[in-house]
Each structure stands twice: as structure tokens, then as C-alpha cells.
């Protein structure tokens, strides 16, 4: 029997995508990490499928818009796609830390929704992030496999549930063949 899923690298974006600014909006204030297209170029030729899951609760606070957010997120899909990479989607969660929603990571939801959307095959599937919340999102949505990177927040890596703990996505290339 024939595996039509796809398999996916999750991504989430701040901290992992771009340095971690605090409520990035603005394209000018936006800077890729070092090594994330030589990245991602290595998980396509792996096989793998490439999705964005990024809690933006900016936009529940008021800093920026709905539109700020989908017109950022315009101009990073462009600069990937100069380098060859191909983003199968994004999803992004507006709400802030108190919401009940079940978008925001640690929620599974948005994996949810992407194995739903994309018919992913999420065991032989990856979550990269810079929180314990991305890691525990995956663990939520059947990943077991995720690395947390310190290029974003501080890690607890005595605490944390990821298989590896990465300096950055940079590093990743040697985990995930």
C-alpha cells in the first residue's frame, strides 16, 4: 500500500525564521537567520514539504493589523521563492495568551489543521521552534520528532520535551536527512 501523505517541516517564524524582534510587522525590521535558506533548501531536497505556524498575538494586542501581518508574510513567501524555496502555507494564530482558543500554540490546532488541509503524515513529520509551546504543539499533533533552537528565546534544555536542542535551523541540516 502507497503513502500519499506528505511529510512536513513545521516551522514556526520568529526566532526560527527571522530574529526575534517583538512583534515583527514590518519588512524593513525583518531579518532572516543565518543558515535558514540553505535549510530549507536541504529539507526540500529531503523530501519534505515546508509549512509556517506562528502565534501572532500582536494582532490581538492592537500593535498591527490583520493586513500587516498578510503583507509581511507576502514579502518573506517572495524572498524564499527567489532562493527556490516553496512555503506550502502558513497559518498564524491572532489571538493573545489568556484566548481559549485552540490556534495558539501550545494548541495543536494549526498542525491540526494543516495535517487536515495537506493530508500530512505527521509521524514522519518535524516541528522546529524557539519555545517549549512549538514543541509542545507538535508533541499535541502526533510530532514526536522537533528541535528547539536558542536563536530565539532562552531554552530550558533540561526541561524541554524536543528530541535536540539546536544552537540554530542552521544546525538542522545534520538531524534531519
Known amino acids: ?67 500587516d501581518f498578510h503583507k509581511l508574510t507576502q514579502w518573506m513567501l517572495v524572498q524564499f521563492c527567489n532562493q527556490g524555496i516553496d512555503i506550502l502555507d502558513v497559518f498564524f494564530c491572532p489571538h493573545g495568551p489568556e484566548s481559549s482558543c485552540t490556534c495558539r500554540k501550545p494548541q495543536p490546532g494549526m498542525l491540526l489543521e494543516a495535517r487536515d488541509k495537506f493530508n500530512i503524515d505527521m509521524e514522519n513529520s518535524w516541528m522546529i521552534g524557539d ?10 499533533a502526533g510530532i514526536s520528532s522537533s528541535i528547539l533552537v536558542k536563536s530565539g528565546h532562552q531554552v530550558d534544555e533540561v526541561n524541554s520535551s524536543a528530541k535536540f536542542i539546536l544552537k540554530s535551523i542552521k544546525d538542522s541540516i545534520q538531524i534531519i536527512t
Open 1 to 67: 500500500m502507497r503513502n500519499d501523505k506528505q511529510k512536513v517541516v513545521f516551522l514556526d517564524r520568529d526566532g526560527v525564521i527571522n530574529k526575534e524582534v517583538g512583534y515583527l510587522h514590518k519588512s524593513e525590521d525583518f531579518e532572516f537567520i543565518d543558515g535558514v535558506f540553505t535549510a530549507c533548501k536541504h529539507f526540500q531536497a529531503q523530501g519534505y514539504k515546508l509549512i509556517i505556524v506562528t502565534n501572532q498575538s500582536g494582532i490581538a494586542r492592537g500593535y498591527y493589523q490583520k493586513e
Open 131 to 140: 519555545k517549549e509551546a512549538d514543541i509542545s504543539a507538535a508533541n499535541a
